[in-house]
């Protein structure tokens, strides 16, 4: 399991590379109205996607090991497939670094369910953490361990993926003295880099995952 973990946790960070969720969540935190409560709410709206996403995943790859399993081409393509979702998406989040200026002032005024909502829709329509995670579970489902160890796997992924959504909330909610001087910090990064590091970080994946793939054929 543990190699499993290893061997995985690049996709994870790919998965969890997401600077523009990070960005909404921070923006949230620091609009004047119920910060928290609106941020958890988006917060449970991505994580209820990303977790029951991954476990239909993992069921329908683990079920169709004679489709997808290492004994047929499919097993090479997913790799090649996600890797050029990846690439594609890196692409896209170097050009559009930067954009984005009409968000902050929709995000501050929308209530809890919208909020909830957004968080899903995020999650369901994040091109670029689809990438990563659809070969990490594709990975997981033929690792050949027991239900169990699948399970754990998974999860420890989720909360990999969801660790850099949650700590700005967390932040907020155990030092609120200093949140707001923190999150602006984090705001001010991310807005100069954090799209940058993001294609870096689908670039190098991408790439890895189209020459395992070809390599799988």
């Known amino acids: 399991m543990l190699e499993l973990l290893a061997r995985g946790f690049p996709l994870m960070l790919a998965a969890a590379a997401n ?14 109205h119920r910060p928290l409560a609106r941020a958890w709410a988006f917060f449970g709206g991505f994580a209820l996607v990303l977790i029951v996403g991954g476990a239909l995943g993992l069921v329908f790859f683990h079920s169709s090991q004679e489709i997808f399993g290492p004994g047929g081409d499919l097993y090479a393509w997913v790799d090649i497939g996600f890797g050029a979702l990846m690439l594609g998406a890196a692409v896209f989040t170097f050009v559009r670094r930067g954009g984005g200026g009409g968000v902050p002032r929709m995000v501050e005024r929308v209530g809890l369910p ?5 968080g899903a829709v995020m999650m369901a329509t994040n091109t670029s953490a689809i990438a990563a995670y659809v070969p990490l579970l594709h990975e997981i ?3 050949g361990l027991a239900r169990a160890e699948r399970a754990a796997v998974l999860a420890v992924s989720d909360l990999v993926i969801l660790a850099p959504i949650g700590a700005p909330i967390m932040i907020r909610a155990l030092a609120p003295a200093r949140a707001d001087r923190v999150l602006a910090a984090i705001r001010a990064f991310l807005d100069r880099y954090g799209a940058t590091i993001a294609a870096a970080v689908f670039t190098a994946l991408g790439a ?6 070809i390599h799988r054929l």
């Open 141 to 143: 489902a033929n690792s």
């Open 19 to 32: 600077p523009v969720v990070i960005t909404l969540v921070v923006i949230v935190l620091t609009a004047p």
């Open 114 to 118: 919208a909020l909830a909502g957004l």
């Open 208 to 213: 890895f995952l189209v020459i395992r793939g």
